[in-house]
């Protein structure tokens, strides 16, 4: 009797034993075939009260004030670039022929660009151009409707240069970067970091004073002669609106 009880709880165990590996072997086949997304979704669940943790509330908040700050600072300067062209373009006189960049070849950027306004308009070929900060570069050609602008940093292109604190002169000559190099006619330039360079008061081929840039390095030991390198104060590379000054002299 007691065996046949020890044999019937024994069976009784095994079937349960089997029952618990059956609903297992269920459970992992489950998880196989749907590749895991229902173990994941009773996870998220589980866990879904304690997210985000004091810590991930921390980096959350400052990833967060992190994109609207540069988000800020992009609005901030398409605000200041529209601004300044929109300034350019309002600001028009008898002197002045206001014109819009339509073309920019990528293999000539430090080149040249072309306008909007031509011959029809009044635009000469040598006329001055500049934009917002300065002097950009001289008109190189034109058609009826348009004309072509060669940059200040397009290689080889020089003009006449001036720091007034010095009163050195200089050939502001392209190097096809966005900061042209000052070559100086004197031994000694005199010249430190963070002077103004502009066109030459003397000039004729050029409206005097106008400005270019700052210097940003000096190199005295340079033969044959002393030379600085200048950024220019109106950027070409970011460059909407221009004005051709008509008259040179």
Known sequence: MIKARGKIGFYLLLKKRLWVIFVFGILLFGVRWTKGAGYLDIYSILINPILPGSAQKEWIKEGEN???NIRLKLLEDDNNRLRKALSLKEFNSDNR???????????????????????????LKGQAVIGPGGLIGLV??????TARVRLLTDPGHQVGAWID????????????????KLIFLNKNSLAKIGDAVTTSPASTLLPPNLTIGIVQFVNE???PSPFAIVQLTASP?????????KDNG
């Open 66 to 68: 992190i994109e609207r």
């Open 97 to 123: 022929i206001s014109a819009a960049v339509i073309s920019r070849s990528s293999r000539n950027w430090w080149q040249q660009l072309e306008i909007n306004k031509g011959a029809k308009d009044g635009v």
């Open 140 to 145: 190189d050609s034109t058609t009826p409707l």
């Open 165 to 180: 604190r010095t009163k050195r002169h200089g050939i502001l000559t392209g190097m096809g970067t966005n900061r042209p």
């Open 221 to 223: 030991k340079a033969l």
């Open 237 to 245: 590379e970011a460059i909407d609106w221009v004005q051709i000054l």
